[in-house]
């Protein structure tokens, strides 16, 4: 039996090592960072909590907190509804219906980095796809949004940009709509119960576990966005997509103040971990599992 | 097919025994290690390259012909030593791949270092001195052009040899425009109230208020680059060089003729609205659809690279070429000098071949020409031959005309990213926020000096810590 479990350990080494070397050491190193001046090119010299407290009175860093709360609190909520929307249009008994099911997936699997050149092409202000349309609806040219070039709207762009991915989360939502029992409409149906009080007391208690795992993956994917300001705005104009993962990007890697990026970095996790505390917590309120 | 579950017990003892001696798992490694050992020992082995020097350069991939044609150029002339080039992405603040390298202790022979990043990275330590390779070659510092060579020391040490000299900008018109709009294509702007009267009269806003055509966005050249171009040409500067009671420089961002071009810029701004000027000039995807090229956008700064990319993206245009305007009491003919240097990262001894590859990089008749010819770049090295022609060339020639005169590097300061970063956000809050361009500018001034005088400790604190150990 002795020598079945070490045979086991051994096997499972090369996933144990790098486990360990390449997730949990860094861990660790990135909280002693976080309480070092470390330059990288010089060894990191301890300065207790002072990185902390430099965060403290970093406006930049209050900005890129604000700027990501915004976007989590936009992007999350509108990627849920347009996600479920998508589900429940893609959920129909219509000929061709697996098609469309492929079409809305694909922005999924397509490259960030394409999308995003894309979507650069889509929300210029003047020749984009987007204003065009706005302008074919005869919007009054001053309501036409400037996108990118505007510090107004900038972060709504990038949050409009991220439900060009909502076809994802229609995918979980189409298997969970089909999970729920037809004998729970039929019953709702023979109680009295029309199309919306069947949505509101069947359907969405009954999908609301796969509701509750897409929201919560949401918000730690919210929080940690970073690829698409990166590729699109660098954190502009005016630093207002400067999000909190990009600040730390450009603390650590542009000014190579790694003990400062380190701290970043403990705080977003702190951030992460009580905003899905409170989420799962609030959510056994909510949400109901099969018995 | 054997399942990889584990086997009922008895099942497993049914098992056929093995042909081989039962070995236990670490007997089997070792005998599979041997074995490796073994048979890797008799392959037949590289012979040893003590003359392979590694160098690292951040150009993309239209240069690597250039490049591919440098390097067997260097290596013809040179039959002992093999040069093995790679990209390493270097975003004019910092790269990251050379840095996490010398601090694995893994750095390239030979690096490239903007001039603009040479203070900042020998004040941190990463990059190896190079004063005692240059006293023994027979190199001398006015064979390169002057603002170059300054951005290739620090306090008196060489740390890295100047290769290309960058004249930015030259002035570029569009002198059909100019026809359209009733100007004389002769008769580029001379004054900043010229290019103000120009650019009005030059550009066109549709019935709904969007631009169609534009005169010239004087932002284009990303934010901190603009500010240091119009600061000269209105007189200004942004640094004094040092001296007893500054030895790192002085940070002068809010000198008043520095105020006055953002000013300008501010008013700029103001009349066109910045979020059009850069909903048209910069969310453009492609060189191609650039409103320049395309023939939106009458005017614009232009980098000497970029002559290969106008004759290519608009053939047919007519333009003309010149100096960049500047106030009566500017100055002019103006520009600032920027380009890239040869160095060696800290970790690395200074082999005689690296260096060797270095001055004939900067300096040889072989590698210049290619530089100038097939890179489109100007060489640092002021004495070569390919200026002979360069200066006489209709357009090349304005682009000497002002490396020739040119004073100017951005600054020589070891906060040289953070001071680019801060004077970005300046304008922004200028630009965008309404904010005033000498509280903008002031603050910039203030925050930059704190970085400066902690650099100035740090380095301090270096030296002390040095001069005990010795």
């Not at chain 2, 930059?448 to 005088?453: D, W």
Request: hydrophobic share 45%; glycine share 8%.
């Amino acid at each position: 039996m002795k020598s079945r479990t070490f045979t086991g350990i051994a096997f499972c080494s090369p996933l144990i090592f790098g486990l360990v070397a390449f997730t949990i050491l860094p861990v660790l190193a990135s909280l002693w960072f976080s309480l070092c001046n470390y330059p990288i090119l010089d060894p990191p010299r301890f300065v207790g909590a002072a990185n902390y407290v430099e965060l403290a009175r970093d406006d930049r860093f209050w900005h890129s907190v604000r700027n990501t709360f915004t976007y989590v609190l936009l992007s999350v909520p509108l990627g849920m509804i347009v996600g479920l929307g998508l589900a429940l249009l893609l959920n129909q008994k219509v000929s061709g219906i697996k098609v469309f099911r492929t079409l809305f997936f694909l922005p999924t699997v397509v490259p960030l980095v394409a999308n995003s050149v894309l979507w650069v092409r889509l929300l210029n202000p003047q020749q984009g796809l987007v204003n065009t349309f706005f302008r074919a609806m005869h919007m009054p040219e001053a309501w036409v949004p400037g996108w990118l070039s505007d510090e107004h709207w900038a972060l709504p762009g990038l949050v409009l940009m991220s439900l060009w991915g909502a076809g994802g989360g229609a995918v979980l939502y189409v298997a969970a709509l089909q999970d729920v029992p037809k004998e729970l409409f039929e019953a709702a149906e023979l109680d009295g119960a029309g199309p919306s009080q069947r949505f509101r007391h069947v359907t969405i208690p009954m999908i609301s576990p796969v509701l509750l795992f897409t929201g919560v993956m949401g918000l730690i994917g919210g929080f940690q966005e970073f690829a698409r300001a990166f590729v699109m705005t660098k954190g502009g104009p005016w630093d207002s997509t400067l999000f909190y993962c990009l600040h730390l990007f450009n603390s650590a890697f542009t000014e190579f103040r790694l003990g400062y990026a380190s701290a970043m970095a403990w705080v977003l996790f702190a951030i992460i971990l009580a905003a899905t505390a409170i989420v799962m917590r609030s959510s056994s309120k909510h949400v109901q599992y099969e018995q | 097919m054997v399942s990889l579950t584990y086997l009922p017990r008895n099942e497993a003892m049914r098992r056929p025994r093995p042909i081989y001696p039962r070995l236990s798992l670490v007997g089997r490694l070792v005998i599979g290690a041997s074995l490796g050992l073994l048979v890797g020992g008799c392959l037949p082995q590289p012979g040893p390259e003590p003359h392979v020097i590694t160098v690292w350069q951040p150009f993309d991939a239209s240069l690597q012909p250039a490049l591919d044609h440098v390097v067997a150029e260097f290596e013809r002339s040179h039959p002992g030593i093999k040069v093995r080039m790679s990209f390493a992405s270097n975003d004019l603040t910092s790269s990251q791949k050379l840095f996490l390298a010398i601090a694995g202790g893994v750095g390239p022979d030979v690096t490239f270092v903007d001039g603009q990043q040479l203070s900042e990275w020998a004040a941190r330590g990463a990059l190896a001195d190079l004063t005692e390779s240059f006293e023994k070659s027979d190199l001398k510092k006015e064979d390169f052009w002057i603002p170059r060579w300054k951005e290739s020391t620090f306090r008196n040490h060489v740390y890295a040899i100047p290769w290309g000299a960058d004249p930015n900008f030259a002035f570029v018109w569009n002198k059909d425009m100019f026809r359209k709009a009733g100007l004389d294509p002769e008769k580029p702007p001379r004054t900043i109230d010229d290019l103000d009267r120009m650019a009005d009269k030059l550009t066109v806003v549709d019935k709904q208020g969007n631009i169609s055509i534009l005169g010239i966005n004087p932002w284009e050249w990303e934010g901190a680059n603009s500010m240091f171009t119009w600061g000269y040409a209105f007189g200004g500067s942004l640094y004094k060089e040092p001296d007893q009671d500054h030895p790192l420089g002085t940070v002068t961002a809010d000198d008043p003729k520095v105020v006055e071009a953002l000013e300008w810029m501010a008013k700029f701004g103001r009349k066109y609205d910045v979020r059009k000027v850069n909903s048209f000039t910069t969310q453009v995807i492609g060189i191609g659809n650039d409103p320049f090229f395309a023939g939106k956008s009458a005017m614009r700064l232009m980098h000497v690279s970029q002559i290969k990319q106008l004759r290519k993206y608009a053939p047919t245009m007519d333009f003309g070429i010149g100096l960049i305007p500047a106030p009566l009491d500017g100055e002019y003919p103006n520009g600032w000098i920027g380009g890239w240097s040869l160095a060696v990262p800290r970790n690395k001894k200074v082999r005689p071949e690296a260096f060797e590859f270095i001055k004939w990089m900067c300096t040889s008749k072989e590698a210049t020409t290619i530089e100038a010819n097939e890179m489109e770049q100007f060489p640092a090295y002021a004495k070569s031959q390919v200026f002979e022609r360069l200066s006489k060339d209709p357009i090349r020639g304005v682009f000497y005309k002002i490396l020739a005169n040119a004073k100017h590097v951005r600054t020589l300061m070891p906060v040289q990213g953070y001071y680019m970063e801060r004077i970005g956000r300046a304008m922004d809050e200028v630009l965008y926020g309404g904010k005033a361009p000498a509280a903008a500018l002031g603050k910039v001034r203030v925050d930059v000096s704190k970085r400066l005088e902690a650099v100035a400790d740090d380095l301090a604190q270096h030296e002390n810590k040095e001069q005990k150990q010795k």
